[in-house]
């Protein structure tokens, strides 16, 4: 595996010297490898969006430092540059990201300050438009005149465009129904799939975490509380729930039936692994 971000003690004060100053992000260091799928967890007002916002220079360390290919973003103004190309960035409620007169441009805007040629752009908008569900009949219109559901796939067609070498997805799945949800978790999962791309989800969602990530980072107020595959995050359910989250619905249900005396394995959580070993255990291989 190979590095490409690299967070080296970072910290993020807003505000600072007056009253209302507030640390934000405490001394958080952590790597990406190429490729992984990371869940970042946490529970409201942890420093999720403040530490990625980081990642492709929106915002600048108090302290402490970020790197891209061994390279610090802030080391020059090329640099810094470059990191918002290689790191794609799609903020909680990406709708209020857009602003072009039509969803073609709003999702060209992106590939087009980087330079490409028009061919080449074309190429971009509209495969990245056909993966997320986008058909060519709105490719002229407003984005405003979408729905919540459309202009998210719209925001994140633009990132998928650039083609980022890092994405980061600051809840992705907010404010959508179930479906929608499942949609846009099935674009980002083929996006993935297909690109190998290093992907950082935020996520309050654990069900989503657990299905999606090969490894979880949990922050709590500032730091990171947890980084580990989601097997070691989850086998920590006590301290997960003392820092205001929750563990995976059928998690719970395992923590349960231990409680209540059944000899189970509490590293459960999906249904899949949940199914396998009510299915061992029905078929008497002992614990299960
Ligand atoms: N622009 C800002 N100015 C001052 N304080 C801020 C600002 N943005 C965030 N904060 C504060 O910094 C802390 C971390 O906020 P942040 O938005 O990074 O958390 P979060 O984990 O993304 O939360 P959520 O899950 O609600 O999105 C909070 O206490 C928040 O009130
Ligand atoms: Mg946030």
Do not use: W
């Not at 059928?250 to 005396?261: H, Q, S, Y």
């Amino acid at each position: 595996m190979n590095e490409v971000l690299r967070v080296e003690h970072l910290s993020h004060i807003y505000s600072k010297g007056t009253p209302f100053e507030k640390k934000a992000v405490d001394d958080v260091s952590f790597s990406a490898q190429r490729g992984e799928f990371i869940g970042l967890i946490g529970h409201t007002g942890s420093g999720k969006s403040t530490l990625i916002q980081h990642f492709n220079g929106l915002l600048k360390p108090s302290s402490g430092r970020i790197l891209i290919n061994g390279e610090d973003i802030f080391q020059s103004k090329e640099m810094t540059r470059a990191a918002r190309f290689a790191v794609g960035l799609v903020f909680q409620y990406p709708e209020y990201q857009l602003f072009e007169e039509t969803v073609y441009a709003d999702v060209a805007f992106g590939p087009k300050n980087m330079g490409l040629s028009k061919e080449e752009i074309d190429r971009r908008v509209r495969e990245n438009c056909r993966i997320v569900g986008l058909p060519d009949s709105v490719l002229d219109k407003s984005p405003f005149e979408l729905s919540g559901g459309q202009k998210r796939r719209v925001a994140l067609a633009g990132i998928f465009a650039m083609e980022p070498e890092v994405m980061v997805l600051d809840e992705p799945m907010a404010g959508l129904d179930p479906a929608g949800c499942a949609e846009v978790f099935r674009y980002i999962k083929d996006y993935h799939e297909k690109h190998g791309t290093t992907i950082l989800f935020v996520t309050h969602s654990m069900e989503y975490a657990a299905q999606m990530a090969q490894r979880i980072v949990v922050m709590d107020s500032g730091h990171i509380l947890m980084d580990g595959t989601p097997e070691e995050v989850f086998a920590r359910a006590d301290e997960l729930m003392e820092a205001g989250l929750d563990v995976p619905q059928v998690t719970r249900v395992f923590l349960e039936l231990k409680k209540r005396g059944v000899d189970v394995d509490t590293a459960v959580y999906t249904v899949e692994q949940a199914a396998a070993k009510l299915r061992a255990l029905k078929g008497g291989e002992g614990k299960c």
